[in-house]
């Protein structure tokens, strides 16, 4: 599930900024929403191949959302290069954040299973 998530933000990321679509008065919720609720997805889908079915740890848990936060680091960086795009540190801020959201409902859900 991580290396999917990785794959489609990669490819979100590569997408021109003239191609992206303009939303009006939604376009700043929606795609700092987009950023927030992708890389969530991401976290979880760390912490599902380090967890391999077993508890999840506080480890785990810990690099579930530094390796989102470091890939978020790096996608900001590969977006640079793309035409009409631009980084941002508050982007991998964001993204980190929701990361640790993720992580931490995935955790919170997991823990209704284990009880």
């Known amino acids: 599930m991580a290396v999917l998530m990785m794959l489609a933000i ?7 900024g003239s191609d992206l679509p303009q939303l009006g008065q939604w376009d700043l919720f929606a795609k700092k929403g987009g950023h927030i609720f992708g890389y969530a997805l991401l976290a979880v889908g760390y912490l599902r191949g380090l967890a391999n079915g077993k508890a999840i740890t ?8 530094l390796f989102s936060g470091l890939y978020a680091a790096s996608d900001e960086f590969h977006q ?3 035409p009409g795009r631009s ?14 959201f993720g992580a931490g409902f995935w955790t919170w859900i997991k823990s209704f299973a284990t009880a």
């Not at 990669?10 to 021109?16: E, H």
């Not at 506080?58 to 959302?65: C, E, G, M, S, T």
């Not at 980084?87 to 640790?100: F, Q």
């Open 10 to 16: 990669f490819i979100a990321s590569s997408t021109p």
């Open 58 to 65: 506080k480890r785990h848990w810990i690099l579930a959302v």
């Open 80 to 82: 640079y290069f793309v």
């Open 87 to 100: 980084s941002s540190p508050y982007d991998v801020m964001i993204d980190t954040v929701g990361a640790t």
